[in-house]
């Protein structure tokens, strides 16, 4: 099993769609969780570190399951510029175990 | 304030050529990292540094070498170039006191690196 894993979708959602992805990792000794955006051909962004509480930034709402090892991601009323590739990140607790997920493609349509 | 610079933004290698990616950062990041991405896949961990004078492997780090002499600056050495080195190559700084928790990473532009 990938410590960490993603559906690649790609997801294709109108705009104003809600769309949901998740990210399951394999160690349950996993601490911190982060969710990056990266267009195309660019850097990794920052979007979200994800809390145990869950939390929410605009649109965006990220959770943390521990019981299930998976984090997810929600995005409401989808817009054009969303369409990205989203990556989970899973940081098990030193500068080496900080692992990448291949990513989730979003391609929002009109 | 740059963030972190890494240059160059592309590059073109004959099999068995040597060069240096640059990384260098503003931010008085006290960890560095270098990564590589492979079309349709995740970001592999080639070498990290927690400080000056301080690094270690990560994931894929054969046929690279780095160094850290000081806080801003963190190149990668490609010494014998190889086909199997074709790929993005991503700079990344955190700051973290106690431990790499939940200090985010700071990504450069990226280089793209071709080998014939």
């Known amino acids: 099993r990938k410590e960490v894993e993603q559906d690649p979708g790609p997801f294709n959602v109108p705009e104003g769609a809600t769309v949901a992805f998740n990210c399951t990792y394999s160690?349950?000794?996993?601490?911190?969780f982060f969710w990056y955006r990266q267009d195309c051909r660019k850097e990794p962004k920052l979007l979200m570190s994800v809390y145990s509480s869950g939390n929410e930034d605009g649109r965006f709402t990220a959770q943390l399951n521990r019981a299930s090892q998976y984090i997810s991601l929600l995005i409401r009323d989808s817009k054009l510029s969303d369409s990205a590739t989203y990556l989970c990140?899973?940081?098990?607790?030193?500068?080496?175990?900080?692992?990448f997920g291949t990513g989730t493609r979003l391609q929002v349509t009109l | 304030n740059a963030g972190v610079t890494q240059t160059p933004k592309f590059r073109i290698l004959k099999i068995g050529q040597s060069m240096t990616l640059q990384c260098a950062q503003d931010m008085n990041h006290n960890y560095m990292y270098w990564y590589r991405q492979d079309p349709g896949m995740g970001l592999k961990l080639i070498y990290y540094?927690?400080?000056?004078?301080?690094?270690d492997k990560g994931e894929v780090p054969n046929g690279y070498n780095v160094s850290r002499s000081t806080t801003e600056d963190f190149p990668l050495r490609l010494e014998l170039a190889a086909p199997s080195q074709t790929s993005v190559y991503f700079c990344?700084?955190?700051?973290?006191?106690?431990?790499?928790?939940?200090?985010?990473?700071?990504f450069g532009n990226g280089t793209r690196l071709t080998v014939t």
């Open positions: 990140v899973v940081n098990s607790g030193t500068a080496s175990k900080l692992t």
């Open positions: 540094s927690v400080g000056a004078g301080i690094t």
């Open positions: 160690n349950s000794a996993s601490q911190s």
């Open positions: 990344a700084s955190s700051y973290y006191s106690s431990g790499p928790g939940d200090s985010p990473l700071h």
